[in-house]
T-cell receptor, first 112, second 113 residues
Framework: DTAVSQTPKYLVTQMGNDKSIKCEQNLGHDTMYWYKQDSKKFLKIMFSYNNKELIINETVPNRFSPKSPDKAHLNLHINSLELGDSAVYFC???????????FGQGTRLTVV | KNQVEQSPQSLIILEGKNCTLQCNYTVSPFSNLRWYKQDTGRGPVSLTIMTFSENTKSNGRYTATLDADTKQSSLHITASQLSDSASYICVVRDNTNAGKSTFGDGTTLTVKP
């Protein structure tokens, strides 16, 4: 069973569109994250949620809106996509804010 | 500003050789330091975690060291294998309530036959 699963794995879309990436974890973790990995493979945290509450927001544009309907899910909605949004987005989860994060397989987003 | 710097940026070695990757950080207050391995097209996977009181920790052919005084860590890979080809990312977590992690930019290791 996949511990942290993201869908879709690949997403190609046009500039200006709105898209969502879904993430689910079956580890019973309380904390979930979204990371962005750019073309140079630098991983940057975007958001962190603990028990459905936002605890970290790394000055991400308002076009990015995370939604956590329950502790097992953290979805990422992106409005008005731009070329610079092209990257691999990783979801992760951990038992708590200070414990090991388990990563999903990533979603490769390409904006054309 | 908390920073994590890794060196070298990339490294090519022959199969069977050893190598050492470096990580220097300024994160404070310090909670822990992790080394992650990220295979191409996959998410990062944790190799080791080091806390303040730990100097050395091994995981198979991987050995991590931590000098909390100089704020330096290293990851030593022994008898490298082709499957070790990956990016190795150093991540330092602070000891605030949010437990924010600062990621290094990674070292890309290529092991050649």
């Amino acid at each position: 069973d996949t511990a942290v699963s993201q869908t879709p794995k690949y997403l190609v879309t046009q500039m200006g569109n709105d898209k969502s990436i879904k993430c689910e974890q079956n580890l019973g973790h309380d904390t979930m994250y979204w990371y962005k990995q750019d073309s140079k493979k630098f991983l940057k945290i975007m958001f962190s949620y603990n028990n459905k509450e936002l605890i970290i927001n790394e000055t991400v544009p308002n076009r990015f809106s995370p939604k956590s309907p329950d502790k097992a899910h953290l979805n990422l909605h992106i409005n008005s996509l731009e070329l610079g949004d092209s990257a691999v987005y990783f979801c992760a989860s951990s038992r708590g804010p200070k414990t090991e994060a388990f990563f999903g397989q990533g979603t490769r987003l390409t904006v054309v | 500003k908390n920073q994590v710097e890794q060196s070298p940026q990339s490294l090519i070695i022959l199969e069977g050789k050893n190598c050492t990757l470096q990580c220097n950080y300024t994160v404070s207050p310090f909670s822990n330091l992790r080394w992650y391995k990220q295979d191409t097209g996959r998410g990062p996977v944790s190799l080791t975690i080091m806390t303040f009181s730990e100097n050395t920790k091994s995981n198979g052919r991987y050995t991590a060291t931590l000098d909390a005084d100089t704020k330096q860590s290293s990851l030593h890979i022994t008898a490298s294998q082709l499957s070790d080809s990956a990016s190795y990312i150093c991540v330092v977590r602070d000891n605030t309530n949010a437990g924010k992690s600062t990621f290094g930019d990674g070292t890309t290791l290529t092991v050649k036959p």
